[in-house]
């Protein structure tokens, strides 16, 4: 049984028929267990372009949806419809000059994108995405990925603070009081799902979502727990900080929030943070409530392609609703979100936990 | 009986004469008596203030003020002759504050002192510009420079060779 | 626990203040406690301009005070003149300055939609309002040769008479224009979090705003009846059906509303005009500069000389443009070029009241009122 | 929560959502309407106001034009013995002025927008860059 993606390039390499040649080799040193570091390292590899080659899709996917519902274009030049555009566009970042204010404090300043970065990279180790397309199934997968989202703020009022700047710190100071709020309804929606589920580990969670209720609808969450859902997706919205809840930034009020001054490669980083949080947010949402990579099987093919491409499908799918929700709505105000996430989302939150403790314990379902 | 007469017949004194100003009914008034002229003008209905004019006649200094009246939908306008040398009028913001910019804005460029505003500073040009342009006699010649002082004031000098773009 | 006022600096160069306005805010966290505007970044001298070229030479300089709508500060300096001189001016020229007019008065609301909901944070409107916005360019383009800055409407008349084509074009924009309206209403009119970033925001009474010298759509948000157009009827006005649209609540929703109405307003205007627009009678195109050459007065432009020099007076004449009203105050002293120009324009005027507006709310608030005041700085600064 | 309570349907938003989605499919007349500009251009109205073109033979040098210019674009200069205006297009504001009052009906405006340049120097054009013969054209 396969059970990550450690143990499936062991697989694959086996099916190739040289694993036991290079293992040999290894063990031939004694140095088995530098075999198995190269293979993390690999998978660590595969997972940062994987993440990065998402980046890049997912700002030209932005652009083209919204200049969709702008009756426009979007990147036509660079490559075929303008694929190439986030190339060109990391080309041009790179190539600008590094700028540190005068007044900032450079080290913080510099280390900031760097600790935005790294959460938003380790939130992909717990999620699925296709049967046994994981780093590793951590056994408290769920509440892993809250924490380390949880530390984003951190990174966020290092960035503001180091700045020196009135709008950074404007932003940094919004950027954690909103997380903060909208981070508790989260957990508590994630916690009713793990009162059916019984485990924290995000292939648990998945694999409880498998088959159908009369062979039509399938077991997903999102149809047991409506209010957990909708929940879950205006708290992961505000997590992730994109309209109606880009307080961060709110360009036209902050100009650009914590990340007014930055510049070039640093500037990339943060860009690449917030749309690998995009991605891994969107994963998080599809593993809850909308059963992960569970799917129809086809024959002939590995299951393995088969679940990435369905879990593919699916995350793309809420992306584009968040893509759609921004071009749609404008942006509430600052108060008012922590209005609604202290006053109606974390009791509803809570009214949901309730609801859902009833149903386990009436054993309806 | 148009309202510039109906003002002439409530303030006599205040009033020096009144004529048709194209379509409008125009009083010219003593400087002296313009706050009460103000009062009065208020009471009558005239609740919109249009517009403050100032304009230089090289001998003597004119301000003219547009009135409209919304209940009425009637015209006015005032007008106030003013010495060349150290033109000075009262503010009428106690009564309209919309009179607050427009009277900077008559400052600013005219020079006309409007005694009794809270706050009268240029509003278009920077603090500290030299002469006032819609006067005739500003000198056009002078240029002068607008650069960002230490403390992120305004800072204008006739003295351009600091400035980065200068043949 | 010890705290300070924050002193925060917007503009003059931010992504919201529509081109280089400066607010001086002093504030308590989020909160305004004080709000002191800076201007003038944009100060051009147009006034000393006026006093330096021709009567004619200036009518170039009147599109770029507010160069969103530049088609009414054509016409609010060709009918001052008019007023001083005493020109009469061909029905037809103004049936098309109305038509021209009422043109620019829904581009105009179309940008500010756009610029509102921008700051907003819904970058859809504005792409969508220029969509419609070109097409009216197009047609501007096709009249008068430039797309922004017309220099179209003259004293006497207008520069041109109609060309081929334009009228089926108009007719084409209008049935078009309908159904976007509804589009645009669809979008975002009932979207709740609109509501309650524009509900209450910004509130100003009638007493006051007629006080701060409020005009136009900023007046008739508060439940002000009052439009020049119908108080003092200038042009083909009076012989156009239309209502005023009036807005009671006073706050930032009942602005915009107000605006959204008066694009409907103006596209039922423009179909009135279109439909009686009177036939040209003398078709031969006497351009305008050429009058004294052929001495004759054409369907769209009365016989005015190169060399123009109006009778001396004063005249204070004002239009109800799309932001408020537009006055010119001229000095003529009988030379060719005028004594004194002054500009009334609604944008500065309408700014007066945003201090007072917005202390006590937070800055999104200071943008969605500052939004709703629509102030073009070109406008603000001359 | 009165708010929460009248507002709970969402219905503006999806409303709203219903619109955006109707654009991203093209749906009921709602097309692309952008022009990929350097590789397709719009036409332009005839009466479109670009770089200016002088009558060769109609043109007497009077120096109208340069008296009613009111940014001072305009000098007259001496060219194959004749006199002819000089435009400097990095003052001009495409008015149409000097086409009105020309007498002679020898300025028109092409539709020439593209007139950027690197140098103040390069803007101004000469009668030989704006000089064309009236049969030449027809």
């Known amino acids: 049984m396969i059970e990550n993606a450690y143990q499936l390039i062991v697989y694959v390499l086996t099916l190739l028929g040289v694993y036991e040649w290079i293992y040999g080799i290894f063990q031939s040193f004694g140095i088995d267990y530098v075999l198995q570091i190269i293979i993390v390292f690999v998978e660590i590899v595969i997972l940062f372009a994987f993440v990065l080659v998402t980046v890049m899709f997912l700002t030209w996917m932005e652009r083209k949806v919204v200049a969709m519902v702008q009756s426009r274009y979007g990147p036509m030049v660079t490559g075929p419809r303008g694929l190439l555009q986030p190339v060109m566009d990391g080309v041009k970042l790179i190539g600008k000059e590094d700028i540190i204010p005068a007044k900032a404090d450079r080290w913080i300043f510099t280390l900031a994108p760097f600790i935005v970065f790294i959460p938003a990279l380790l939130v992909f180790i717990p999620l699925p995405f296709g049967k046994s397309l994981i780093i590793s199934d951590l056994r408290v997968g769920l509440l892993y990925i809250i924490a380390i989202s949880a530390m984003s703020p951190v990174a966020l009022l290092l960035a503001g603070w180091a700045s020196n700047n009135k709008y950074s710190l404007m932003g940094a100071m919004r950027a954690v009081a909103q997380d903060i709020s909208y981070t508790i309804p989260l957990a508590l929606t994630a916690i009713a799902v793990v009162m059916f589920t019984g485990s924290l580990s995000t292939v648990d969670i998945v694999n409880a979502q498998g088959g159908t209720w009369f062979g039509i609808i399938p077991k997903w969450f999102i149809f047991i727990q409506p209010l957990g859902f909708i929940l879950f997706l205006i708290a992961s919205i505000a997590e992730m900080g994109r309209i109606p809840f880009d307080f961060q930034e709110s360009e036209s009020e902050l100009v650009a929030g914590f990340f007014t001054e930055y510049s070039g490669m640093k500037f990339a980083m943060f860009f690449l943070a917030e749309y690998a949080h995009l991605f891994a947010v969107s994963g998080i949402i599809v593993t809850l409530f909308l059963g992960g990579w569970e799917g129809p099987a086809l024959p002939f093919i590995p299951v393995q392609l088969t679940s990435l491409v369905i879990f593919l499908i699916k995350t793309y799918a809420v992306i584009f609703f968040a893509m759609w929700l921004r071009d749609t709505v404008p942006r509430v105000r600052i108060d008012q979100l922590l209005n609604l996430g202290w006053k109606i989302m974390v009791p509803l939150a809570v009214l949901n936990l309730l609801l859902t403790g009833f149903i386990v314990v009436a054993g309806v379902i | ?167 | 626990m010890e705290t300070e006022e924050l002193l925060l600096n917007m503009g003059p160069v931010h992504p919201s203040t529509h081109g280089v306005l400066r607010f001086k805010l002093r504030m308590d966290g989020e909160i305004i406690k004080e709000c002191n505007i800076v201007m003038g970044y944009l100060h051009r001298g147009t006034e000393k301009l006026g006093e330096m070229k021709t009567y004619l030479q200036f009518t170039p300089y009147t599109d770029r005070l507010d160069y969103i709508s530049a088609f009414p500060n054509n016409y609010a300096y060709a009918k001052a003149i008019e007023e001083l001189a005493g020109i009469e001016v061909p029905l037809r020229a103004e049936y098309i300055r109305v038509l021209t007019m009422e043109l620019n008065r829904i581009i105009n609301h179309l940008v500010f939609m756009g610029s509102l909901l921008m700051d907003l944070g819904a970058a859809t409107m504005i792409m969508w309002g220029f969509r419609e916005r070109e097409k009216a360019l197009q047609l501007f383009e096709m009249l008068c040769g430039a797309r922004m800055t017309f220099n179209y409407i003259k004293p006497g008349g207008v520069r041109d008479d109609l060309p081929d084509g334009f009228i089926p074009k108009l007719n084409e924009f209008l049935k078009d224009m309908e159904k976007r309206i509804d589009d645009y209403e669809q979008l975002i009119n009932e979207n709740e979090i609109f509501l309650m970033r524009m509900k209450n925001i910004g509130v100003i009474s009638a007493q006051e705003a007629i006080n701060y010298g409020l005009t136009g759509p900023a007046l008739r948000g508060s439940g002000v009846s009052y439009d020049i157009r119908k108080l003092e009827p200038y042009s083909i006005y009076p012989d156009l059906d239309f209502k005023v649209c009036v807005q009671s609540e006073g706050d930032s929703f009942a602005r915009y509303m107000v605006r959204v109405d008066e694009m409907r307003e103006s596209l039922h205007i423009l179909r009135q005009v279109v439909d009686t627009m009177p036939e040209a009678k003398i078709v031969a195109q006497a351009k305008y500069g050429i009058a004294p050459m052929t001495g004759m007065p054409s369907a769209v432009s009365t016989y005015f000389p190169r060399i123009f020099a109006p009778p001396a007076g004063e005249v204070y004449s004002r239009i109800e443009a799309p932001k408020g009203e537009l006055g010119f105050y001229i000095v003529s002293d009988g030379t060719t070029k005028p004594y004194r120009v002054k500009i009334r324009s609604p944008s500065f005027c309408n700014l007066t009241a945003i201090p007072r507006m917005v202390v006590g709310l937070k800055i999104p608030d200071l943008i969605a009122a500052f939004g709703t005041i629509d102030v073009v700085l070109g406008d603000v600064d001359r | 929560m009165p708010w929460i309570s009248k507002n709970w349907t969402m219905k503006g938003i999806i409303k709203g959502l219903i619109v955006t989605l109707k654009h991203v499919f093209h749906i009921g007349g709602r097309p692309t309407v952008t022009v990929q500009y350097p590789y397709e251009r719009m036409k332009l109205a005839p009466r479109f106001r670009g770089k200016h073109a002088i009558d060769e033979d109609a043109c007497i040098g009077c120096g109208i034009c340069e008296v009613n210019c009111p940014n001072s674009t305009i000098t007259i200069v001496k060219y194959n013995t004749r006199w002819f205006p000089q435009f400097n297009l990095g003052m001009c504001m495409f008015c149409g002025i000097c086409v009105d009052v020309c007498p002679m009906n020898a300025l028109k405006m092409t539709g020439n927008y593209e007139l950027a340049d690197y140098t103040r120097e390069s803007l101004v054009y000469g009668p030989e860059k704006l000089l064309f013969k009236k049969e030449a054209n027809q």
């Open chain 2, 1 to 167: 009986m148009n309202a510039a007469e109906e003002l002439k017949r409530l303030l006599p004194n205040a009033v020096v004469s009144t004529g048709i100003q194209i379509n409008k009914p125009l009083a010219v008034i003593r400087k002296e008596e313009l706050l009460k002229v103000a009062e009065d003008v208020k009471e009558m209905g005239f609740d919109h203030l249009s517009v403050i004019t100032g304009i230089d006649y090289t001998d003597r200094f004119e301000v003219v003020y547009n009135f409209f009246s919304y209940g009425k939908k009637q015209n006015l306008v005032l007008k106030v002759i003013l010495g060349h040398d150290n033109p000075e009028i009262d503010s009428l913001t106690t009564f309209w504050k919309g009179a607050d910019w427009l009277e900077r804005e008559t400052y600013d460029l005219v020079g006309i002192r409007f005694t009794g505003h809270p706050n009268l500073t240029r509003i278009l040009l920077p603090e500290g510009w030299i002469g006032h342009p819609l006067r005739k006699d500003y000198d056009m010649k002078t240029e002068q420079f607008v650069m960002l002082g230490e403390d992120g004031e305004d800072v204008v000098s006739t003295d351009g060779s600091k400035l980065l773009r200068r043949k």
